[in-house]
């Protein structure tokens, strides 16, 4: 059941009490966004089909979300729609490109309108991008002006480096310092990147006045690189490196952080942002809607032959 709390506070210079409704939503459903395949990540290429790595969805559903997988390649009333419907939205890392028609970034493009739209008007978004999704956020961010830096921070597990805006954030100011012990000491975080947001870059385009980054990194040349950031007002989050993959991927050759620690720095990652979606009330009008959105209508299939994902989904474009 969804919990209604009722925060009341006295306006003492008129004598009146207003009453503002928060909502618990303890049912919360998030939009994971597909993207098409890039002819090197995947030799069986078929242009038809999109796909979503299953350890996004692991990752959310672990920490007591379930999710609806969101197509490229649909009209922007279907975006609406499904962010009117659901309580957040993920988007995931990747090889997409940005200026692919149909692909990925043109429906991050709808989805972060929509969800723009509706934080502006006070209905709380919570929207999380990693890696190529904490990239086409900030692309987003900064209409659609490509400005990343080329980088290499590729198959390395780094701790973070963190600025002193990062306790008060609303990602880490409440993360328990052994949280935050182990990200800044330990090699937790997976980073498997060739671009990277320098602070030239958010400066240059006046994303600063909006975002705050909490952390940084540098890459194998020295080049220092934005590896976590905020929006100031509304719940959007940007990652740089990969918690999913700490907890779910097992790709032979590749740096995925199995420790004990790694693994609870990243269920925080997830508890956080499934905890902003249990803020924002959306739900699909009746639930047969609801049934046929739900990820459970697709296969995971077993894909650690022919891609670095243990499992994804695939669906027809
Ligand atoms: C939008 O949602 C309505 C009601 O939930 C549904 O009838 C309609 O088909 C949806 N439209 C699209 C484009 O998804
Ligand atoms: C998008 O859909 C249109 C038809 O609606 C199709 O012609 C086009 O090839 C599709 N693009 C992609 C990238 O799948
Ligand atoms: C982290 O990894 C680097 C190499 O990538 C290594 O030099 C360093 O010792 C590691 N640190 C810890 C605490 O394991
Ligand atoms: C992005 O940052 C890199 C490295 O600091 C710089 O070379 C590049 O010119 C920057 N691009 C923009 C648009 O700021």
């Not at 490229?72 to 729609?81: A, C, P, Q």
């Not at 975080?189 to 909490?214: G, P, S, V």
Request: hydrophobic fraction near 35%; glycine fraction near 6%; proline fraction near 4%.
């Amino acid at each position: 059941m969804r919990n209604t709390v009722v925060l009341c506070f006295m306006l003492s210079v008129i004598g009146q009490c207003s009453c503002v409704e928060s909502t618990t939503n303890n049912h919360p459903i998030i939009g994971v966004l597909a993207q098409e395949k890039v002819l090197e990540s995947d030799p069986q290429l078929n242009t038809h089909v999109s796909y979503i790595a299953a350890s996004y969805v692991k990752f959310l559903e672990g920490a007591g979300a379930r999710i609806v997988p969101i197509m490229i390649n649909k009209t922007d009333k279907y975006y609406e729609n499904i962010t009117n419907h659901v309580n957040g939205v993920l988007l995931p890392g990747g090889d997409a490109q940005f200026d692919a028609p149909g692909g990925y970034s043109e429906a991050g493009r709808k989805l972060f309108d929509h969800a723009m739209k509706m934080n502006q008007a006070g209905d709380y978004f919570p929207v999380l991008g990693i890696c190529l999704g904490f990239e086409l956020l900030t692309f987003l961010a900064a209409n659609n002006v490509e400005h990343r830096a080329r980088c290499f921070s590729y198959n390395e597990a780094l701790p973070l480096q963190f600025t002193g805006s990062f306790f008060t954030s609303k990602l880490f100011g409440n993360a328990p310092s052994s949280t935050i012990g182990i990200l800044g000491k330990e090699n937790v975080t997976a980073n498997f990147h060739r671009y990277c947001l320098t602070e030239k870059n958010i400066t240059e385009l006046h994303l600063d006045e909006e975002w705050q980054f909490m952390t940084t990194n540098k890459d194998s040349d020295g080049l220092k690189f934005i590896s976590s950031l905020e929006h100031k007002n509304y719940p959007l989050y940007g990652l740089q490196f990969h918690p999913e993959k700490n907890i779910y991927e097992w790709k032979k050759g590749k740096v995925h952080p199995h420790s004990a620690n790694a693994i609870r720095v990243s269920q925080y990652f997830a508890n956080f942002f499934v905890n902003e979606a249990r803020k924002n009330a959306h739900k699909f009008p009746i639930e047969p809607e609801e049934r046929i959105h739900l990820i459970y209508n697709y296969p995971a299939k077993y894909t650690i032959d022919r891609t670095v994902f243990e499992q994804c989904y695939e669906f027809e474009i």
